[in-house]
């Protein structure tokens, strides 16, 4: 057999440290067995999806040395590597699907839909919508379709029994079809679901082996249906534990980074970053902790991995890449990693023009600037006390504009600007009032350059990890706060 792994991002914002764990599993197990990584983009969010973040996947694996044998930027004998230029393909095999009465076009209403559910559960039971609930009359279904009404395509699925699912590393895994829906394989714009797609792309491009993340554990059942309506064989299953947070919690921004680009703007080592996660429920076998990619390739064995959740513990690895800092690099390669880092000519070109006509010396270059070396800044809340606003409304200001920078993909100033001016107007506060605790947050202080030029510089992950540090620095927000919050910006976004 010849082994084929592959990893299906999605380019919908910063490439998530998950991705990269899954990613050097997928690596290691194929070049273990001689075989062939391949790299894919899962891009049919049409509105989410932007060249941007496919570019930051692209750059973000390739600082770890997490390489693919096949990609859209690389070529191969399987492409298009882009599910968003395949779409013909998906349009095909879903109506072979409705041909031979595996999947059925779907003409309900988001109410209609609402409503089904609803009476499911006043009903006393405890399942997932099923194809008998949603299927029209013939008369109705001619009727929609004659009007041109919009539809989804979903797939027929059983309504009672168990499914039984072979795992790599969990063996049988039984599960209970009351609790799969009649999932649907294409959405009302045409595009696939990743249901149907990932399916679709792993038996075209030959995917021998999927390792993923155990999130995925409960989709299994259909995409072992699909294989089966299709005819194919089905991939080997390795479903990997996830990784978490200290409290035992899925791992997610709001506890953790969770930007691989974060860890670069840190100043973490892509080798002590690779190494980290490389322990994520895998260990050598001389359980060492400090290894490096070429010597994981060498050891690994995918049976070593543990099913207990891993955690993702920012202390340990920054104790991990202490180690690569003093143990690995001469005086000279870390002067050249520095250099490499952020002493550069290209970044300091980037920053020269912010500061300047602020400078008198060449001397006031590292104190106006430092901010933007740093990682997470030493502010505490005497660093807010002198501004204008109290202690409830700095909060507000923070969280709102995290939430509003979290939705933006275009970061570059003008539109960080407009998005923050916005937000200040909607709150009816001036835009000076409004940007002051951004900059303490952002900057450590007020008197710095534009905040929305730092932002730029920053980054989306750094700006948005120092926001949240704020937060934490003015004593964060409260389970209760965060409801009250959470509803007061939802009524500002419906009023604009």
Not at 282 to 307: G, H, N, Y
Not at 403 to 408: H, Q, S, T, V, Y
Not at 446 to 465: E, Q, W, Y
């Amino acid at each position: 057999m010849n082994v084929r792994t592959r990893i299906a991002p999605s380019p919908t914002g910063d490439p998530h440290v998950g991705t990269a764990y899954i990613a050097l599993f997928n690596l290691c197990f194929a070049k273990q067995h001689g075989g062939k990584f391949v790299l894919r983009i899962e891009d049919t969010d049409q509105v989410r999806s932007t060249e941007q973040s496919e570019q930051m996947i692209y750059d973000s694996l390739r600082w770890l040395g997490l390489d693919w044998d096949e990609g859209p930027d690389v070529g191969g004998d399987f492409g298009p590597y882009r599910q968003s230029e395949r779409g013909d393909i998906y349009q095909t095999h879903a109506q072979q699907l409705i041909d031979n009465g595996h999947a059925f076009k779907c003409y309900r209403t988001a109410a209609e839909l609402d409503e089904l559910r609803a009476s499911i559960k006043a009903s006393g039971e405890n399942r997932a919508l099923k194809p008998s609930d949603l299927l029209l009359s013939e008369a109705e279904q001619q009727q929609r379709e004659a009007d041109g009404a919009p539809f989804v395509v979903r797939m027929q699925v059983p309504t009672e029994g168990k499914c039984t699912v072979s795992d790599m590393l969990r063996g049988e895994i039984e599960l209970d079809w009351s609790t799969v829906d009649a999932q649907i394989l294409l959405k009302s714009d045409g595009m696939p679901t990743y249901h149907l797609a990932n399916v679709v792309d792993d038996h075209l491009m030959e995917i021998t082996h999927v390792l993923r993340g155990e999130e995925w554990i409960n989709s299994a059942p259909k995409h072992q249906l699909l294989y089966e309506y299709f005819g194919w064989d089905m991939p080997a299953l390795c479903h990997l534990p996830l990784l978490r947070n200290p409290d035992k919690s899925k791992l997610s921004k709001r506890k953790n980074p969770t930007s691989i680009l974060y860890y670069q703007r840190m100043g973490y080592l892509p080798e002590a970053v690779v190494n980290y996660l490389g322990r994520m429920g895998w260990s050598m076998p001389d359980e060492r902790e400090k290894f490096t990619l070429e010597e994981m390739l060498e050891a690994f064995d995918v049976q070593r991995v543990s099913l207990g959740g891993p955690i993702f513990d920012l202390d340990k690895l920054s104790w991990l890449n202490g180690l690569w800092i003093r143990e690995s690099l001469t005086a000279e390669q870390l002067a050249d990693k520095l250099i490499e880092w952020g002493l550069n000519r290209e970044t300091l070109l980037s920053v020269i023009p912010h500061v300047q006509q602020r400078m008198d010396t060449l001397s006031d270059f590292i104190p106006k600037t430092a901010f933007l070396g740093s990682g997470l800044l030493d502010i505490n809340e005497q660093n807010f006390a002198a501004l204008k606003l109290d202690t409830a409304e700095q909060l507000k200001i923070l969280q709102f504009a995290l939430w509003r920078l979290e939705a933006l993909s275009d970061w570059q100033r003008d539109a960080l600007f407009e998005e923050l001016k916005g937000l200040a107007d909607a709150l009816d506060l001036k835009v000076k009032d409004f940007l002051a605790p951004l900059f303490i947050a952002v900057s450590g202080s007020t008197a710095s350059f534009s905040v929305m030029d730092a932002m730029a510089l920053l980054g989306s992950d750094m700006t948005r990890a120092r926001l949240r540090n704020g937060i934490d620095v003015l004593g964060g927000v409260s389970k209760k706060q965060m409801k009250a919050m959470e509803k007061a910006y939802k009524g500002l976004n419906s009023a604009n």
